[in-house]
């Protein structure tokens, strides 16, 4: 392999689909649960991994970063060297823009890798080799750390529903479903944003199928409580949901729409 070669940035180049305040609910869920390891490093680093056509999204997660970490850094990485051109006069102290893909440009080992939206045009076979291939650019764990945290997910072109992979240097650790919950009819409704690891094994037989499954029996369950509001109706779905499901998180992330469940409940079978 020449040196050419060599150099060339990893993956294709995407849509580029973006919006303002698209992955807000993605961005609330990382400084809820990662914001104390960003605020403890020294020289916290996050990327904004395919940040599409325009530079919103990486501009927004240094805003939503720095209220509960200060001195973080962000770097938008974007294949397409057009779109890294086009960012560029969006730079300000604690935002760059790097032409890449999946081998992350960078010295640094970051502490977070965002990819909301970048998998969903590759085959499912390719899934496992890019998540390894980030997860080894994160900031390893330590004696006081769970090192860096890779966040990959799909939303929908206004974020109102979300489903992502939260993975560390060890591989995946959990699946969050977030959602507004005044567009929701069912929870199964947010089958269509699940990442590509999972979006394709939503049939019977399948973990992710049971639990989807399940969270629409609980919903329908949870119906009498719409009368104080569908996020007491949510909170009471979820609620029941933990009998049989592994859930993560509680109450307060319950009342922001979301539900955060163990990898390996969900994880497909083979």
Same mark, same amino acid.
């Given at each position: 392999?020449?040196?050419?070669?060599?150099?060339?940035?990893?993956?294709?180049?995407?849509?580029?689909?973006?919006?303002?305040?698209?992955?807000?609910?993605?961005?609330?869920?990382?400084?809820?649960?990662?914001?104390?390891?960003?605020?403890?490093?020294?020289?916290?680093? =996050?990327?904004?991994? *395919?940040?599409?056509?325009?530079?919103? $999204?990486?501009? #927004?997660?240094?805003? !939503?970063?720095?209220? %509960? &970490?200060?001195?973080?850094?962000?770097?938008?990485?974007?294949?397409?060297?057009?779109?890294?051109?086009?960012?560029?006069?969006?730079?300000?102290?604690?935002?760059?823009?790097?032409?890449?893909?999946?081998?992350?440009?960078?010295?640094?080992?970051?502490?977070?890798?965002?990819?909301?939206?970048?998998?969903?045009?590759?085959?499912?076979?390719?899934?496992?080799?890019?998540?390894?291939?980030?997860?080894?650019?994160?900031?390893?764990?330590? =004696?006081?750390?769970? *090192?860096?945290?890779?966040?990959?997910? $799909?939303?929908? #072109?206004?974020?109102? !529903?979300?489903?992502? %992979? &939260?993975?560390?240097?060890?591989?995946?650790?959990?699946?969050?479903?977030?959602?507004?919950?005044?567009?929701?009819?069912?929870?199964?409704?947010?089958?269509?944003?699940?990442?590509?690891?999972?979006?394709?094994?939503?049939?019977?037989?399948?973990?992710?199928?049971?639990?989807?499954?399940?969270?629409?029996?609980?919903?329908?369950?949870?119906?009498?409580?719409?009368?104080?509001?569908?996020?007491?109706?949510?909170?009471?779905?979820?609620?029941?949901?933990?009998?049989?499901?592994?859930?993560?998180?509680?109450?307060?992330?319950?009342?922001?729409?979301?539900?955060?469940?163990?990898?390996?409940?969900?994880?497909?079978?083979?």
């Amino acid at each position: 392999m020449t040196s050419r070669a060599a150099s060339r940035p990893m993956g294709t180049v995407t849509r580029g689909t973006t919006n303002p305040n698209r992955l807000r609910r993605m961005d609330r869920w990382i400084t809820a649960v990662h914001g104390a390891e960003l605020r403890r490093a020294d020289d916290a680093v =996050a990327v904004d991994l *395919g940040y599409g056509a325009a530079p919103w $999204t990486a501009v #927004e997660l240094l805003q !939503r970063l720095r209220t %509960v &970490a200060p001195r973080t850094r962000v770097v938008g990485v974007e294949i397409d060297p057009a779109r890294v051109a086009a960012a560029r006069p969006y730079e300000r102290e604690g935002l760059a823009f790097r032409h890449g893909g999946f081998e992350i440009p960078l010295p640094e080992r970051p502490l977070l890798i965002r990819a909301a939206n970048v998998l969903r045009q590759y085959e499912e076979a390719e899934v496992a080799e890019v998540w390894a291939r980030l997860c080894a650019r994160l900031a390893p764990a330590c =004696a006081d750390s769970r *090192g860096g945290l890779l966040v990959e997910g $799909t939303c929908d #072109e206004i974020g109102r !529903r979300h489903v992502w %992979v &939260a993975l560390g240097p060890e591989g995946p650790r959990t699946v969050t479903f977030a959602t507004r919950l005044g567009s929701l009819d069912r929870p199964s409704d947010l089958a269509e944003r699940l990442p590509k690891a999972l979006i394709h094994r939503n049939v019977p037989g399948e973990p992710v199928h049971a639990f989807l499954r399940d969270f629409d029996r609980a919903w329908a369950a949870a119906a009498p409580y719409a009368s104080y509001g569908v996020r007491q109706r949510w909170i009471r779905a979820v609620r029941d949901l933990t009998a049989d499901w592994p859930v993560t998180d509680g109450v307060t992330r319950w009342r922001q729409g979301e539900v955060t469940v163990r990898w390996g409940a969900l994880a497909p079978r083979g």
